[in-house]
């Protein structure tokens, strides 16, 4: 059974920083990419960062670059999202999902091709404000 579970959510102020992580079961990590995704009230989701799990290769949308961090625990089935310098504009729910494309696609595709990814989390809340 595939369980894609993410944690680390919650309320932060502007310049602040959170670390959302997202445990992983029944699935054969080195086949797969993970990555972050991002969906606000009223909006369509969007593509944050990927990490390709087997040679650790990542993918970041322009709006984060130099803000967040994507990275990998082997041991855990873990994969993280570092978030720093917190911006009100990224209040959103982000989702964890896996997919078996490289660490680019997965930022490249249109959010029609979201519902190939192999699994979705369920979502933790992050909110940005002071």
């Known amino acids: 059974q595939v369980q894609v579970v993410e944690s680390g959510g919650g309320l932060v102020q502007p310049g602040g920083s959170l670390r959302l992580s997202c445990a992983v079961s029944?699935?054969?990590?080195?086949?797969?990419?993970m990555g972050w995704f991002r969906q606000a009230p009223g909006k369509e989701r969007s593509f944050v960062a990927s990490i390709a799990w087997s040679d650790q290769k990542t993918w970041y949308t322009n709006s984060v670059k130099g803000r967040f961090t994507i990275s990998r625990d082997n041991a855990k089935n873990t994969v993280y999202l570092q978030m720093d310098n917190l911006k009100p504009e990224d209040t959103s729910v982000y989702y964890c999902a896996a997919g078996r494309l490289t660490a680019q696609a997965m930022g490249t595709i249109t959010p029609f091709a979201y519902r190939a990814m192999d699994a979705w989390g369920r979502g933790a809340q992050v909110i940005v404000s002071s």
């Open positions: 029944g699935l054969t990590l080195n086949l797969y990419t």
